[in-house]
Structure formats: C-alpha cells, structure tokens
C-alpha cells in the first residue's frame, strides 16, 4: 500500500505540476496555474502524513517507509528548481517564451552546477533524515524500525560519493583537449 501512495504521490506532484503549467500558458490563468503549483507540498503532506500512521498503527518498517522519507527531502530540495526547469521550458514550448539556455557541461560553471547540485543532496538528505529520525522516535520500536535506519546509512554513503564526484569536477574541471 504504501508503494502505491509513493508513486500516487509522485504521479500526483507532476500532475500538479503539468496542471499549473497548463492553466498559466495554455489557458492564461496565471493564478490559478500559481495555485496548483505552491499545492505540490501538499503531496507531501499526505505522504508523510499516510507513512507515519501507517507505522504507528504497527506496520512493520520496510524500505518504502524509508523511501517516503527520502521522496519528501528530494522533493523539498529539488522541487523548486525542478519547477522552475519545467516552467522555463513549457513557456518556450507553448507560450513563446525564450529558448533555455543549455546547462554548462565543461569548465567552471560546470564545476559549480555539480557544487549546487550536491548541496541540494545535502539539504534533501538532511530533511529526510530528521523525517527518519522522527518516524523512529515517533513509532518507539526499535525492532521494528531498523529498516529505517539502514536507510540513513545507505543514503549516507550515496552522498559521499556523490560528493566526491560533483566536488571533483572543481578540482581536475572537465573540458576539451588540454595542451
């Protein structure tokens, strides 16, 4: 059950998503289209909210509780520049907007994406973390919610590596033919 509503929700933030864009470019509701966008959060709200319950009423913690958690911190720190990346390219597909500007993939500026791109993990592993910290505490079964804590550790390992190869690129840049 708790698969579905992740993917529910997954499904339901970019129906949000797509439904705002529409009602801004298509139909000319702007706000209406800025309504359903701000109403992505409450996705996750109905996620958390759903997950949490879903423990407390003796559930036994498994990785799709955990991956709730991790959903939520990906969704707070990406959600917006993920928006943002989807509205930029909609006004140009359908309302005339100007062309995005391709994302850098050599040099500095390529370097500091990578940067900003593993601080944003930061930011999505720290929410999520407290979500799991929370979620352990609030359930007070230690047994049951070892799964949980797995997760911390394997999300912790993923962001190291992902530090070392998005903070790699400040230092050996990636470009063309060096002479």
């Known amino acids: 059950m708790i698969a579905a509503l992740i993917v529910g929700c997954e499904i339901g933030f970019w129906v949000l998503v ?7 470019y298509l139909f000319g ?10 109403a992505t959060p409450v996705v996750d709200l109905l996620l958390i909210t759903v997950t949490v319950l879903d423990l407390k009423n003796g559930a036994e913690a498994k990785w799709v509780h955990g991956l709730a958690a991790v959903y939520i911190g990906v969704t707070i720190a990406f959600g917006r520049s993920m928006i943002s990346w989807s509205d930029q390219r909609f006004a140009y597909r359908f309302a005339g907007g100007s062309k995005p500007l391709p994302r850098a993939r050599t040099g ?3 370097a500091r994406l ?3 791109g593993w601080l944003r993990h930061l930011l999505s592993w720290c929410i999520g973390c407290v979500i799991l910290a929370g979620m352990v505490w609030y ?9 949980l804590i797995r997760m911390v550790q394997v999300w912790s390992a993923v962001l190291g590596i992902d530090f070392m190869i ?3 690129y400040t230092l ?5 033919v060096r002479r």
């Open 18 to 24: 797509l439904a705002g864009l529409c009602a801004r």
């Open 29 to 38: 509701r702007k706000k209406l289209g800025a309504l359903l966008l701000a």
């Open 108 to 110: 500095r500026e390529h």
């Open 114 to 116: 990578e940067r900003e």
């Open 139 to 147: 359930v007070g079964e230690p047994a049951n919610t070892e799964v």
């Open 166 to 168: 998005s903070f790699s």
């Open 172 to 176: 050996w840049p990636k470009g063309g």
